[in-house]
């Protein structure tokens, strides 16, 4: 694939991609602009024209025209690459080589579930029965129907495989597509058919059942385009809400994100068919650090949000909770109920530990010891994922408050959570992040301030990667004279290896937790010995 990145690269310039996100001002030979993460308080954006790169300073990244497209968008690389290719009017086929069977392959699929969406579409307009339901009971309008392309299957045996036979597919292509059940019949039959759509187009469907029968919802399997523990539904109608306006609220539902949308409120995703995974998290911090759950506020909906806060440490997100449903049981209730109070709801959203916090004092006798305990014990594996020191020391000092008792109690309630404590210096996200920007500097003044006795620093070959180095020099560096270079030289290895150690402790410490939950005081005892000589180190 490289003859075709080169060819894309060729006929998109590196400003007009950026260009189409943020606005871009002449700066001498480059252009400059404000960071489309929203990090900077002055631009800091760099655009290079003649070496097709780009360089965010404030937020440390960069890279070519398909590194932004994937870092802007929330999206896979193979996405933006099909996403360039289609605006340079560029033909993937004639460059996929090997890989011209899989790529084969995946073309079939997905004409297979263009197709289909567009039967089940034209099925629900010759229904009316099943009009009345989408549109009367669902309260579902023309333009929300057609946004979300919404359809109908057919409650017959195989009326979508004789109508794609006609097409010219074949049955083990349909079967690869995910349309068909075991008897190589229609996999759905008598459903509300809801596609799941990505930047690439359909790669599958959730579809609801409308008579009696189980399972309420079915939804297609994970194929060769679908993945449920990367797939996030309702994104690509939501992504240029949730870029203009800052946050992201994540519902239970698809049919809540739908009605959502409906609602005004377009900034609402699910996950579909699957807990929240990491690499849904990730998706959405390349667009927003503002998530906002809105789950049940029952036992699942409690675990859903742990869960979330315990990925979320280490994305840099700031996660709270939407649950003011006016007595409604779920987001797509209340909108029935009154669009405005949606929209409203999530207006008034509460950071996700002090909801947590109230939920756990709500099912615990704080009046008691045992309930106390429990209560310390839950709060404090709760704040092990709160990574702010003044955050953390803010809800310890809460939770003393309402056990009456001191911080310093709580810390040593535990000797996993003490240990934990004492050794966790620093995020080991941001620790990572720092890592990198000296990791860069080091590389930029080695490459082109001529230090060449910089010990531990790779140089690498790869020109996009050279040509971001250069804008790096050139903005930090550009006047320097070789003794300060030298200088600056020592004093960025001193400081990367200091954080190195940082990240060690905090791995060595996540290590420990592990070995003392498991019991194991051998493994233990192992650790200890690590840490301690990683402190004569230091």
Same mark, same amino acid.
Request: glycine share 8%; with cysteine.
């Given at each position: ?61 960069? &890279? $070519?025209? *398909?590194?932004?497209? /994937?870092? +802007?968008?929330? #999206? ?8 360039? @290719? ?98 190589? &019949? $229609?996999? *759905?039959?008598?459903? /509300?058919? +809801?596609?799941? #759509? ?8 959730? @579809? ?331």
């Amino acid at each position: 694939m490289d003859d075709a990145k080169e060819e894309i690269r060729a006929r998109l310039p590196v400003e007009d991609v950026v260009g189409q996100y943020i606005e871009l001002k002449r700066a001498g030979r480059n252009l400059k602009g404000r960071s489309p993460w929203g990090v900077d308080k002055t631009p800091s954006f760099m655009v290079s024209p003649e070496k097709g790169i780009w360089h965010d300073f404030s937020a440390n990244k960069g &890279g $070519d025209i *398909f590194s932004f497209v /994937m870092e +802007v968008e929330g #999206i896979s690389f193979r996405e933006a690459l099909e996403k360039l @290719a289609a605006q340079a009017g560029v033909e993937l086929q004639r460059y996929s080589g090997g890989d011209k069977a899989v790529a084969e392959r995946k073309r079939r699929m997905k004409e297979i579930l263009e197709l289909s969406c567009r039967y089940y579409q034209f099925c629900l307009t010759k229904n009316a029965k099943v009009c009345d339901y989408v549109f009367n009971k669902r309260n579902l309008n023309k333009s929300t129907v057609k946004e979300f392309r919404i359809g109908y299957s057919p409650n017959q045996g195989k009326a979508l495989v004789q109508f794609l036979t006609k097409k010219g597919y074949k049955m083990a292509e349909m079967e690869a597509a995910g349309v068909l059940n075991q008897y190589k &019949g $229609d996999l *759905f039959r008598g459903r /509300m058919m +809801v596609p799941f #759509i990505d930047s690439a187009g359909v790669i599958g469907y959730t @579809a609801r059942i409308l008579g009696k029968g189980e399972p309420k919802y079915l939804n297609t399997p994970e194929t060769l385009l679908f993945n449920k523990s990367r797939f996030v539904f309702g994104l690509v109608q939501a992504k240029e809400a949730i870029r203009q306006n800052g946050f992201v609220v994540i519902v239970e539902g698809n049919m809540d994100v739908i009605s959502s949308h409906q609602a005004g409120v377009k900034e609402a995703v699910a996950t579909s068919g699957t807990a929240m995974t990491e690499s849904h998290l990730k998706m959405l911090s390349r667009l927003t650090d503002d998530v906002r759950l809105a789950y049940d506020g029952d036992a699942a909906g409690v675990k859903a949000t742990e869960r979330a806060i315990m990925l979320a440490g280490d994305l840099g997100i700031s996660l709270s909770v939407i649950s003011d449903y006016h007595g409604a049981k779920d987001p797509d209730e209340l909108i029935q109920k009154d669009p405005k109070l949606w929209q409203e709801a999530v207006k008034n959203y509460c950071p996700a530990v002090d909801w947590l916090l109230d939920k756990y004092e709500e099912n615990l006798d704080l009046n008691s010891g045992p309930g106390k305990r429990e209560y310390a014990d839950l709060a404090m594996k709760l704040l092990k994922n709160v990574t702010h020191k003044v955050e953390k020391k803010h809800y310890e000092q809460l939770v003393a408050r309402k056990l009456d008792c001191s911080v310093s109690d709580l810390v040593e309630n535990k000797v996993a959570e003490n240990a934990s404590k004492r050794l966790k210096k620093a995020n080991l996200e941001a620790a990572s992040d720092i890592i990198d920007k000296l990791q860069c500097n080091l590389q930029a003044i080695a490459v082109y301030g001529g230090i060449t006795e910089v010990k531990g620093v790779e140089i690498p070959d790869d020109e996009v990667r050279l040509g971001e180095l250069e804008m790096i020099f050139e903005k930090e560096y550009g006047t320097w004279n070789k003794p300060a270079l030298e200088k600056e030289a020592k004093a960025l290895l001193a400081r990367r290896k200091a954080e190195e150690s940082k990240v060690e402790a905090e791995r060595l410490a996540q290590e420990w937790e592990k070995a003392s939950e498991e019991g194991n005081e051998t493994l233990q005892a192992d650790i200890e010995r690590k840490i301690m000589a990683l402190r004569r180190v230091k």
